[in-house]
């Protein structure tokens, strides 16, 4: 997507003959890379509401929002301990093969290791505590401890595959290990295992993630053909990289990862933690598609700026938030008019209290791929003071918003917060993204037909549900809105010409003929 402003056969330099660097950090290879993203997003959230799902079946609504509490003080752990690591590790090993230093990645690699096992001994150690401690179920925290664990070591290996741009490698132990795991989880509930036997199905399966995404990393590495070399500066900027932006992973969890359930926890119930958890899940799982083509920007952007390629950066950017937008627009539509009733459907009409907060949660959401989008593209330039300054604002809306609403609001005054927080993060990071990128073509009017032709689909949708309601409802209001907007795109043009023909080209001959010509038919006529 980097290379969006260089003609297709250009940009196609081959893979084989610069497997890393700037020559291989083209526009195929950035999508390529951002198609596995979407897997790796899209998976796990699929396996955690079928999970959810299940749970909420087997344990009620008490008994999820319990076990989702769990959960995100396992997540919240990784994340604290893990997160700024991960991100300094993966952008300047980007940096060092672009500079052509491959022996000072690994060297930083196998650095950035040795702070991460003692990382995972206090994060673990601290969960495991607390359920010592009295947590309930303690069991269960022990398990959640081992997980955690698990998951911050297996940040490195992840962190150097990401790095390198290998995509597939990233992502396949994950998703492998998860598909595994939510089977087990469903028998171990079936069985009466309860809460404690779902965190001891994810204590094995994130410890075997780990075990082979560290075997992977360990293969590409070698592949660099380059021993470890000292390089003292990567590993000052580095660490320099980490600290600074520790404040930005405390913010991050406060403004994107449910710090909510902290009040929740304290002033409202276990039932309103799972309504919450369940519109959260479902409204960010869904933009999670589009989301995860700016998140593959940080390390290519990091490469192609060790290599100096700046006009690639620049040309880049402005296209990538045309196209996250534009595929935006119909997920947020399709979402406002099937979600709440699709919640009641599958997870039960004991869940339909969660419909008010996922409408909240949806509205916020549409500029999710975007604020992803400028967040990867500062950390890939190695900019993190603005967006330091943002976020410390957004976390302040959103935990005084929270204290304000969850204690007479319960769920729907967790998702007013985080909708306050998503808008006061978003909007002045696209707009700092867009200043540092360059001058961006918006192509307003495509974007609002764009928006028009998504909100027709959607207006469809919703009245079929209406009028049906259940499954029946659901499924023909996706059905029906997905035609109108498919043949308002066809007839109107949903894609600015240029960006269609793009995709077009990047698609090359191996795609067929059918999706290429599908892709231009979606911007219409040439007018």
């Not at 490698?169 to 779902?198: D, E, H, N, P």
Request: aromatic share 8%; proline share 5%; hydrophobic share 55%.
């Amino acid at each position: 997507m980097l290379a969006a402003g260089l003609p297709f056969d250009e940009a196609a330099i081959s893979v084989n003959e610069a497997a890393t660097g700037a020559a291989g950090t083209t526009g195929a290879r950035v999508v390529r890379g951002g198609l596995w993203k979407m897997l790796a997003n899209t998976l796990p959230q699929l396996y955690t509401l079928v999970i959810s799902v299940a749970a909420a079946r087997y344990l009620g609504a008490s008994g999820l929002g319990r076990q989702s509490f769990i959960a995100f003080v396992e997540v919240t752990a990784v994340t604290l301990l893990s997160a700024n690591f991960s991100v300094a590790l993966m952008r300047y090993v980007g940096e060092a093969v672009g500079a052509d230093r491959p022996g000072a990645a690994r060297w930083l690699a196998a650095r950035i290791l040795r702070i991460e096992v003692a990382a995972a001994a206090l994060g673990g150690g601290a969960l495991v505590l607390a359920g010592a401690l009295g947590a309930s179920p303690p069991r269960a925290w022990t398990f959640a401890g081992i997980a955690a664990a698990s998951g911050i070591l297996a940040t490195v290996p992840g962190a150097v595959l990401t790095g390198l741009q290998r995509w597939r490698q990233a992502t396949i132990a994950g998703l492998s290990t998860g598909g595994f795991g939510v089977g087990a989880t469903i028998a171990v509930l079936a069985l009466g295992g309860g809460i404690t036997g779902m965190f001891a199905v994810e204590a094995a399966t994130t410890t075997v993630t780990l075990l082979w995404t560290a075997w992977l990393a360990r293969g590409a590495a070698l592949r660099l053909r380059a021993e470890p070399t000292a390089a003292p500066d990567l590993g000052r900027g580095a660490l320099r990289f980490a600290a600074y932006s520790f404040g930005g992973t405390v913010l991050y969890l406060i403004v994107w990862r449910r710090s909510e359930f902290f009040f929740l926890a304290h002033y409202s119930t276990d039932s309103e933690i799972a309504f919450y958890s369940i519109a959260f899940a479902v409204a960010t799982g869904l933009v999670r598609l589009p989301a995860a083509m700016g998140e593959v920007v940080a390390p290519a952007v990091a490469t192609l700026y060790g290599a100096g390629a700046h006009d690639r950066i620049r040309t880049g950017f402005s296209r990538a938030l045309r196209l996250l937008l534009l595929a935006t627009f119909p997920v947020v539509a399709a979402a406002a008019a099937l979600g709440p009733e699709a919640i009641r459907v599958i997870w039960g009409p004991e869940f339909g209290p969660a419909k008010d907060p996922f409408l909240v949660l949806v509205a916020a959401s549409l500029l999710t791929p975007v604020t992803v989008l400028s967040s990867s593209l500062a950390a890939g330039l190695g900019r993190v003071g603005v967006p330091l300054v943002v976020d410390s604002a957004a976390a302040a809306v959103d935990v005084g918003v929270a204290f304000a609403l969850v204690p007479d609001h319960g769920a729907l005054g967790a998702a007013i917060a985080s909708a306050c927080a998503l808008l006061v993060s978003g909007v002045p990071l696209t707009v700092y993204a867009a200043r540092i990128a360059g001058p961006v073509r918006w192509e307003a009017p495509r974007l609002l037909r764009g928006a028009l032709i998504s909100a027709a689909g959607g207006v469809v949708a919703w009245l079929l549900v209406d009028a049906l309601g259940g499954g029946l409802g659901v499924v023909l209001g996706l059905i029906c809105g997905a035609g109108v907007f498919a043949s308002l795109a066809l007839l109107l043009g949903f894609l600015p010409r240029e960006d269609a023909e793009w995709l077009e080209s990047l698609l090359g001959d191996r795609a067929g003929r059918f999706p290429r010509k599908a892709v231009l038919a979606f911007a219409g006529r040439p007018w």
